[in-house]
T-cell receptor, first 114, second 113 residues
Framework: GAGVSQSPSNKVTEKGKDVELRCDPI?????LYWYRQSLGQGLEFLIY????????KSGLPSDRFSAERTGGSVSTLTIQRTQQEDSAVYLC????????????FGQGTRLTVV | QQQVKQSPQSLIVQKGGISIINCAYE??????FPWYQQFPGKGPALLIA???DVSEKKEGRFTISFNKSAKQFSLHIMDSQPGDSATYFC????????????WGLGTSLAVNP
């Protein structure tokens, strides 16, 4: 596709359930980022993938959060045992790599935990 | 601790006026300073970016002014239009830190017709 694609656009889940959020980056982009955008909190970094290197997981808020990137392309962010404080917009971005600093964002997945 | 501080939180400007949003940063290792524009329901989109080796960058109606000694940078929107109404985020990143963006909290801009 022409841009970063995320699915689903919206997700409502019950507290305690697991959710999977998907990101399809721009073709050829080796770097992929997940950010979380909470009301009043701004955007916070969650995790970073670059090629075949070990991911930078330093932003993941708890061990309930995990992510993988298969084949250097599609990424899935998984939240286990969701809590109400996980409600936020989850944004995925991709870039050409550390030298290509412009990050292109998807439209995000709005997660609501009820 | 907020590494990138953005102000104001909200801004109302008349059509044709100048919108000014300010950001200050702490870490002198930052070497890339983008501004993103976000419309409701959309992801942020890069508007304009600057590196610390220049003091000003202009693209159309949008200008970044950068003051390295003061560790501050600002976005100026000239001839503001109602279509500019959006949330604007400043951010910063550095090499060696995976280029992850450190964000300001955003400024909600409303341009009145």
């Amino acid at each position: 596709g022409a841009g970063v694609s995320q699915s689903p656009s919206n997700k409502v889940t019950e507290k305690g359930k697991d959710v999977e959020l998907r990101c399809d980056p721009i073709s050829g982009h080796t770097a992929l980022y997940w950010y979380r955008q909470s009301l009043g909190q701004g955007l916070e970094f969650l995790i970073y993938f670059q090629g075949n290197s070990a991911p930078d997981k330093s932003g993941l808020p708890s061990d309930r959060f995990s992510a993988e990137r298969t084949g250097g392309s599609v990424s899935t962010l998984t939240i286990q045992r969701t809590q109400q404080e996980d409600s936020a917009v989850y944004l995925c971005a991709s870039s050409l790599g550390t030298a290509g600093t412009e990050a292109f964002f998807g439209q995000g997945t709005r997660l609501t935990v009820v | 601790q907020q590494q990138v501080k953005q102000s104001p939180q909200s801004l109302i400007v008349q059509k044709g006026g100048i919108s000014i949003i300010n950001c200050a940063y702490e870490n002198t290792a930052f070497d890339y300073f983008p501004w993103y524009q976000q419309f409701p329901g959309k992801g942020p989109a890069l508007l304009i970016a600057i590196r610390p080796d220049v003091s000003e960058k202009k693209e159309g109606r949008f200008t970044i002014s950068f003051n390295k000694s003061a560790k501050q940078f600002s976005l100026h929107i000239m001839d503001s239009q109602p279509g500019d109404s959006a949330t604007y985020f400043c951010a910063a990143s550095r090499a060696g830190n995976n280029r992850k963006l450190i964000w300001g909290l955003g400024t909600s801009l409303a341009v009145n017709p």
